[in-house]
């Protein structure tokens, strides 16, 4: 069964800090993996992520895929108040676009 | 439109009643898609639309759920005979064809089966 996996599940940071938040996945037929923002209820696209080794990178964000061990990373540099919200991690395998979602992980950034 | 929307934001139902939740895909979006988002859990695929087919429904939860696209643009979801467990935040995405992964989210509409 397709899975993925987000740790930690929550965080709690200040304003300044470095986050890493962790994404792990095990799908048959790999194409891409994706990392979404909800702050309140729509989550909005960040990155998406297809081959090994290529940081993407917007702002103070970036991110990065290891399809060898099978995970990606999520880097938040110099946080501020406004990052506090889920960062979804999905994972497509399929020629659709059916994303397999992990749980989230629940930043918190305090001023 | 500028975004996906969805309505009715929320929705309060009781068992056994049936609820029709509707989105409007960002214009020009000919994929669709639906998601459930449960209490503290993931974002679950419920089904995927090409145009007014569908390709891929293989994550309803059972034949009480169904969903039609119209026209290409609009879908709804139905759901009969609501149970308990069908309380959850349903999410609308939309994305155009050749960028399948890249989606857009709509609001969601929150279902509270009473």
């Known amino acids: 069964e397709d899975k993925v996996v987000q740790s930690p599940l929550s965080l709690v940071v200040h304003e300044g800090d470095t986050v890493t938040l962790n994404c792990s996945y095990e799908?048959?037929?790999?194409?891409?993996l994706l990392w979404y923002k909800q702050e309140k209820k729509a989550p909005t696209f960040l990155f998406m992520l297809?081959?090994?080794?290529i940081e993407k990178k917007s702002g103070r964000l970036s991110s990065i895929l290891d399809k060898k061990e099978l995970f990606s990373i999520l880097n938040i540099t110099a946080t501020q108040t406004g990052d506090s919200a889920v960062y979804l991690c999905a994972v497509s395998s399929s020629n659709t676009g059916k994303l397999i979602f992990g749980q989230g992980t629940t930043l918190q950034v305090k001023p | 439109g500028a975004g996906v929307s969805q309505s009715p934001s929320n929705k309060v139902t009781e068992k056994g009643k049936d609820v029709e939740l509707r989105c409007d895909p960002i214009?020009?979006?000919?994929?669709l898609y639906w998601y459930r988002q449960s209490l503290g859990q993931g974002l679950e695929f419920l089904i995927y639309f090409q145009g007014n087919s569908a390709p891929d429904k293989s994550g309803l939860p059972s034949d009480r759920f169904s969903a039609e696209r119209t026209g290409g643009s609009v879908s709804t979801l139905t759901i009969q005979r609501t149970q308990q467990e069908d309380s959850a935040v349903y999410l609308c995405?939309?994305?155009?064809?050749?960028?399948?992964?890249?989606?857009?989210f709509g609001p969601g509409t929150r279902l509270t089966v009473t």
């Open positions: 995405a939309s994305s155009l064809v050749g960028h399948l992964y890249e989606q857009y």
């Open positions: 297809t081959s090994s080794g």
């Open positions: 214009s020009g979006h000919t994929a």
């Open positions: 799908v048959t037929n790999f194409r891409s």
